[in-house]
């Protein structure tokens, strides 16, 4: 996804909106922080982040496994970057700062996570993508894959915009 709707010419944030999200999502956040959580890419309605693997986030000491929370707050965290890229793209006729004060509402309402394959490894991606930009609800698909690709979790998130 490029843009929120078929017909708009592709979004293009700026630098200064692009380190803000950056800065709130990564820094201010600060779970995100003890996460480990990095942005990757962001486009609008479309994320991706990493995560690596440290001692703090085992969940199985025998298999050197993630914990099963670290991956669900993950999932939980990239449905919202998702969601702040899109509202960010709708509203490209206010300056980066006003876009990123819109972000104060932005709240999880529901979220579904689905654990398909153990989560070993050394680094993990993480991908965020909005189904469905409302005026008070979004919807969002999410994945957690390991490092070769493979598909290692999935979740499914709304969450609430105004």
Known sequence: MTAITANAPPVVFEDEF???????????????????L?????APGLVTARIDMRPELVGHYSYNRIHGGVISAGLDAMGGLAVMTAIGARHM????????????????????????RPGIGETFELRGEVLRLGSRVASTRMEF????????SSGAGAYIVS
């Open 18 to 36: 692009i380190e803000g999200l950056r800065e709130l999502w990564e820094h201010k956040i600060v779970f995100n922080q003890t996460l480990g």
């Open 38 to 42: 990095r942005v990757v890419s962001l």
């Open 93 to 116: 006729d206010e300056t980066p700062t006003q876009r990123l004060h819109r972000f104060m509402k932005l709240s999880t309402i529901d979220m579904r996570v689905d654990y398909l």
């Open 145 to 152: 894959l390991g490092a070769d690709g493979k598909l290692l």
